[in-house]
């Protein structure tokens, strides 16, 4: 497993950007796939966006398609997720999550690692 930290979270108003940062501890983070997902008050987690551990592959949720965009850096132990014209509904605590060798799947149990999450708040 690597250990997960997400950074960049905040409040920001309607059609706002931000970028969030998930950093990870150990060398071999180059083979593993990395997820965000999101749970809003009273909702339920869901799932935002992945990219395979290639880098090759990724995969977004409808509701964030031409808006997100997720990138990593190897280099740098890091995966980014670019959040572009921000809308109230995209309020909530979202969290990175990593599995060895999978694609980029939208299924949160092929995760085992799990970063304590970063709130991101945007007001209308």
């Known amino acids: 497993q690597v250990q997960l930290v997400e950074s960049g979270g905040g409040m920001v108003q309607v059609g706002a950007s931000l970028r969030l940062s998930c950093a990870a501890s150990?060398?071999?983070?180059?083979?593993?796939?990395v997820g965000w997902f999101r749970q809003g008050p009273g909702k339920e987690r869901e799932f935002v966006a992945a990219i395979s551990w290639t880098g090759g592959s990724t995969n977004y949720a409808d509701s964030v398609k031409g808006r997100f965009t997720i990138s990593r850096d190897n280099a740098k132990n890091t995966v980014y997720l670019q959040m572009n014209s921000l809308k109230p509904e995209d309020t909530a605590v979202y969290y990175c999550?990593?599995?060895?060798?999978?694609?980029?799947?939208?299924?949160?149990?092929?995760?085992?690692?799990w970063g304590q999450g970063t709130q991101v708040t945007v007001s209308s």
């Open positions: 150990g060398r071999t983070f180059g083979y593993y796939s």
């Open positions: 999550a990593a599995a060895l060798r999978e694609g980029a799947s939208s299924w949160y149990g092929r995760y085992d690692s």
